[in-house]
């Protein structure tokens, strides 16, 4: 099966979230704006995330994202659909899987992104516990067919205690109901290392592995094979700074060194 290239549209901050101007409208053209750009450098889908939002809400049972959150984010995903024909996913940061689901659902897409959905990781907004059987539950009440890509040891986190690598992907693979494998570097925009993604697929084998920052011109010959797909943001903006519009021609340079890797 090819692999997949998949860029983000990265929104402007929800009406509720700190430094908003509060007009929706602005944000969905700019979304657009970046989609298009996306789907004419060829992207193969599309990944929503409401990467303006910092500092983000938890997104568990007990602090999830407010309504306008979930509500922007799926009337963004719909439109990008169908304004691009693309495949679409939803992230809903920093981890509300229930919410993501929920825009999924209406707007169409394809997959959701979950940061934490097994363990427990620390990170800027606090602890988050995973809660797979509950975004299992939720799914299945929908009758969405939305795929679930999992973090394994989600960037700007570290696990609660100790982990073997290998153990955990292995469990979140096997034990999570996650379709595929998200496998970062420690930050936004960061590379993940070849060695990590062999090890991971060494534990869990044909299952698949997405790469889930830093993605490049300069390393794709050496991560674009080691891969399923991968989720790319901050090397497709202008100058490669996440807060710039999409750059086509950034886009267009990558999709060309896919094809050659």
Known sequence: MP???MGVVHLAPSPSAAGSAGAFEATLVRALDDARALARGGCDALMVENFGDAPFRKGTAAEPVLPDVTASLAVVAREVRRATGLPVGVNCLRNDAIAALG?????????IRVNVLTGS?????GLIEGEAARVREY???LRAEVAVLADLLVKHAAPLAPVDLADAARDLAERSGAAGLIVSGSRTGAPVESARLEQVRAAVGAFPIWIGSGLSLENAARLWPLCDGAIVGTSL????????PVDEARVAA?????RES
């Open 237 to 244: 903006k202008r100058h490669g700074r996440v807060h710039e």
């Open 3 to 5: 692999r997949t290239f």
């Open 254 to 258: 990558l999709r060309s060194a896919l």
């Open 139 to 141: 799914r299945a009440l």
């Open 121 to 125: 990781m620390v990170t800027d907004q």
């Open 103 to 111: 825009a999924a659902a209406v707007a169409g897409a394809r997959w």
